[in-house]
């Protein structure tokens, strides 16, 4: 079935260095991606989002990267804190917004 | 705190019993989600309501889950006869409906069977 999954299970990151995750999607109708960040034993928190008419948007210190061609989206931290270590999880919907669809989630450790 | 709560946030529960969790949406949010979350993996959608409607369900809902909106506002979900692979997060989101691609999470119920 169509799916959104990541690359990568485990970042670590020294903190100052920028960070990226990766996420592949399968569903050419998803039209708007989102990160979020999960802190343990919190829920998700909204990063930033993307749709599909865009390849890329910044936030504060996050950037995101749409590749359309190749289903790819990926996050960029900049500058990574010791507050960044979380898991990261992308996850897509469509323009209907009926519910978002979830990847396996990257944990980032920032090192000191 | 004006966004979405959960409680209880743990249960610790014996195997055939029955549980059941609350969630109060964001006060204006039309929409309301059910997600179950296991260790290392990314939430998975259960169902949603507009207002009281309940639209779409999962698969993953068996015939042992309900979930109930009565007045549109907060929600509740219900595991009847539960078992040891019911443990997981369950997460409850709202958001303002239609277009509103985005939502607002909860911290969580954390589900524990014994």
């Known amino acids: 079935g169509e799916s959104v999954g990541l690359h990568l299970p485990t970042l670590s990151v020294q903190e100052g260095d920028n960070s990226i995750i990766n996420c592949a999607y399968s569903n050419s109708a998803s039209d708007y991606f989102i990160w979020y960040k999960q802190e343990s034993g919190k829920g998700p928190q909204f990063i930033i989002d993307i749709r599909s008419n865009m390849d890329k948007r910044q936030g504060q210190r996050v950037t995101v990267l749409l590749n359309k061609t190749v289903k790819h989206l990926s996050l960029q931290i900049a500058a990574t804190q010791p507050g960044d270590s979380a898991v990261y999880f992308c996850?897509?919907?469509?323009?209907?917004?009926?519910?978002?669809?979830f990847g396996g989630g990257t944990r980032v450790l920032v090192k000191p | 705190d004006t966004g979405v709560s959960q409680n209880p946030r743990h249960k610790i529960t014996k195997r055939g019993q029955n549980v059941t969790f609350r969630c109060d949406p964001i006060?204006?949010?039309?929409?309301l989600y059910w997600y179950r979350q296991t260790l290392g993996q990314g939430p998975e959608f259960l169902t949603y309501f507009q207002n009281e409607a309940q639209l779409e369900k999962s698969r993953l809902l068996s015939d042992r889950f309900s979930a109930e909106r009565p007045k549109g506002s907060f929600s509740t979900l219900e595991i009847q006869r539960t078992e040891q692979g019911d443990s997981a997060m369950y997460l409850c989101?709202?958001?303002?409906?239609?277009?509103?691609?985005?939502?607002?999470f909860g911290q969580g119920t954390r589900l524990t069977v014994v």
């Open positions: 996850a897509e919907n469509t323009a209907a917004g009926n519910k978002l669809t």
């Open positions: 989101a709202s958001n303002l409906g239609q277009g509103a691609t985005e939502a607002f």
């Open positions: 006060s204006e949010h039309n929409r």
